[in-house]
């Protein structure tokens, strides 16, 4: 368990965020302590939302007066979950296309890399606006479940390819050791190989995809929240101060996740950097946090972190003195004598 101690604590603090996301209506409060105006002690107005950074409001509000640390909190869960789901999904089917195409249908993999080879080309999130700029317009009736459900569709389409060539590379490299291509020599088959020799180094890979693919999925959401195509869609009420009155309202989130936020916020840029500087310092905290688990998986599936453990218990084991010493030694010269047989 030592070998993974980063792993644990990253793993810690995405569940506790996770889990205080979850249970914030018990204890947040429902209106994110909403302020509209600031009055004097006569009553007139002084300010208007967005507020800066306060004692009141550590990082600010937005334009709607909200505080910007409860909507990070509050949205959190839409975007890690949403994020573990896509990425859970990538690996899954993935793997399970790739291991059938390494073993069942080895004739597939040329056209599928030659077809899916565009893809390194074209940025994901180009196709990933493409896809999904007709179910979410400004003003959308689709309902939230169908609407959720297109675009989780969408963000797994996008990163099958991926998962299912790095399975194949690696099924490919596992099918030309020793012991598969002997257990084929004794007539074992494709399933049982699959399930008994393969599978359990999938199982230490797999963890490492969904990590890999954990942070592949929240760049791809946090860029789709700037062109404002928002989880879980929009929110009718709009952005308040933004609103022309005989056009449609702007874009805002339903759900407040953090790409939704960026977004949202994003004309305030120049006026109140807050409000797109906070949902972008939430991604920044949970990517390190991923990244830094995704190297120490790596280090471990190398055997790189092996090695390192290796030789910093060596280095501290106590060096055993004995009274003898290089110096102590002295050469000596023997003699062999000839011993004469009588004839």
């Not at 004097?40 to 909200?66: A, M, Q, V």
Request: charged share 15%; glycine share 8%.
């Amino acid at each position: 368990m030592r070998r993974y101690k980063k792993t644990i604590i990253g793993s810690t603090i995405l569940v506790f965020i996770l889990l205080a996301s979850c249970i914030y209506p018990l204890y947040g409060p429902a209106d994110f302590n909403h302020i509209i105006f600031l009055e004097d002690k006569y009553g007139n107005i002084i300010s208007r939302p967005p507020f800066p950074p306060s004692l009141s409001h550590l990082f600010g509000t937005s334009r709607n007066g909200e505080d910007m640390f409860l909507l990070l909190l509050y949205g959190a869960k839409f975007t890690l979950i949403t994020a573990f789901s896509v990425a859970l999904l990538r690996v899954i089917f993935g793997g399970v296309i790739g291991l059938f195409m390494a073993l069942w249908a080895p004739f597939l993999k040329s056209y599928f890399k030659d077809f899916f080879l565009i893809f390194r080309y074209i940025p994901s999130i180009f196709i990933a606006i493409t896809l999904m700029t007709p179910i979410v317009g400004r003003i959308n009736d689709v309902p939230i479940a169908a609407l959720v459900t297109c675009q989780i569709i969408i963000l797994v389409f996008l990163g099958i390819p991926g998962a299912t060539l790095m399975t194949v590379d690696i099924t490919d490299e596992l099918l030309k050791t020793s012991f598969v291509q002997s257990s084929f020599l004794m007539g074992a088959s494709k399933l049982h190989v699959a399930r008994r020799q393969l599978l359990p180094y999938f199982r230490s890979y797999s963890v490492l995809f969904i990590v890999q693919q954990l942070i592949s999925t929240m760049q791809i959401i946090m860029h789709l929240g700037i062109f404002g195509l928002f989880l879980g869609g929009l929110n009718r009420a709009g952005i308040f101060g933004w609103d022309d009155p005989q056009g449609p309202p702007t874009p805002a989130t339903l759900s407040y996740e953090w790409a939704g936020l960026i977004g949202q916020g994003f004309k305030d840029f120049l006026l109140a950097p807050w409000t797109v500087f906070t949902p972008v310092l939430g991604f920044f905290f949970i990517i390190v946090i991923v990244n830094m688990m995704k190297k120490e998986i790596e280090d471990n599936i190398l055997g790189l972190e092996t090695m390192k453990h290796r030789k910093k218990e060596n280095s501290q084991l106590p060096i055993k003195q004995s009274g003898a010493s290089i110096n102590n030694f002295e050469l000596i010269k023997k003699e062999k004598k000839m011993q004469k047989y009588p004839v």
